[in-house]
């Protein structure tokens, strides 16, 4: 089965965003959460299209959506926001809001093809609402620039997340999903070029050393603990989409080409996708 969802995000992260407040529409800024919504949002559909149990459990109201919960690890007291879970109801399985999978489209702007439309409306809508024993975390992160400068924060967040999510539930799966940049050039959302940008000047375009920046990302994520069942430490999953977001409102585009993960490789997207829909399918087939 095709997945949708790197294409999803390019596709609505080509789109320059709402204004911030200086007037500015920016594809990618480093201090919004849109990147990380818009990749969660496309693995949860992804899950959703090839998981048959999860279909069932949405038809009999047996999952809800949470976005941007806090989960606290049980051991140390610690916490941490993760960008989406998937979870067994907590109290009525609606949304003050009425919110759900398919109005989190609407809201987060995604920009979704006819046929990726059709399929979502097809799907068993998944509520948005109060949650209580977790299923499935998810925790995207994004490096688009200063790839060498960002790795220890982000070994040390991704890391953060895992051990919260098996501290709050060991039977959790949690996946971890990095999107890289591999573009040559990238124009950074940094005060400097807010600055300059409202003066009527061009802003400073900042040159990366690709492939290699690129690479020093994806050996890092690979030093990452993983575990193979509901016994041990780490990721149940990784996934990496690498893209080229120039961020100068250019088309952004998926790169399936080397440095990205290969077809078969452990972090391709789809193997990531494959790989918890059958762990779902075998291991919450009983709730």
Not at 86 to 99: F, H, K, V
Not at 126 to 133: D, E, F, L, T, Y
Not at 163 to 180: F, K, M, P, R, W
Not at 256 to 276: E, K, N, T, V
Request: proline share 5%.
């Amino acid at each position: 089965m095709n997945v949708f969802g790197p294409d999803i995000l390019a596709r609505t992260m080509s789109e320059p965003a709402d204004p911030t407040k200086y007037g500015i529409r920016w594809q990618y800024h480093s201090r919004s959460d849109r990147h990380g919504k818009v990749a969660s949002w496309g693995v949860a559909f992804d899950l959703l299209r090839s998981s048959s149990v999860m279909r069932q459990h949405a038809r009999d109201g047996k999952i809800v959506l949470g976005v941007n919960l806090k989960l606290s690890d049980f051991e140390t007291k610690k916490s941490k926001v993760l960008d989406l879970v998937i979870a067994r109801p907590g109290g009525a399985a609606t949304s003050a809001r009425g919110e759900s999978l398919v109005s989190l489209a609407q809201r987060y702007n995604m920009n979704l093809s006819g046929e990726e439309m059709g399929e979502l409306t097809s799907l068993p809508d998944i509520p948005v609402a109060p949650v209580g024993s977790v299923l499935v975390a998810l925790e995207a992160k994004a490096t688009m620039t200063a790839h060498v400068k960002s790795l220890p924060r982000l070994h040390d967040e991704l890391t953060s997340s895992h051990i919260s999510v098996h501290g709050e539930s060991q039977t959790a799966l949690a996946i971890g999903y990095a999107q890289v940049n591999v573009a040559d050039v990238f124009v950074s959302s940094n005060p400097a070029n807010v600055e300059r940008i409202h003066l009527g000047q061009e802003p400073v375009v900042t040159s990366h050393k690709q492939p290699g920046d690129c690479q020093r990302v994806l050996d890092t994520l690979n030093t990452l603990r993983t575990r193979s069942s509901s016994i041990g430490i780490g990721f149940d999953a990784i996934g990496v989409t690498v893209l080229d977001l120039r961020n100068d409102d250019s088309p952004v585009k998926v790169v399936h080409s080397r440095p990205a993960p290969q077809p078969g490789d452990a972090f391709h997207y789809d193997s990531m996708i494959m790989r918890m829909a059958t762990r779902y399918d075998t291991q919450f087939s009983g709730i």
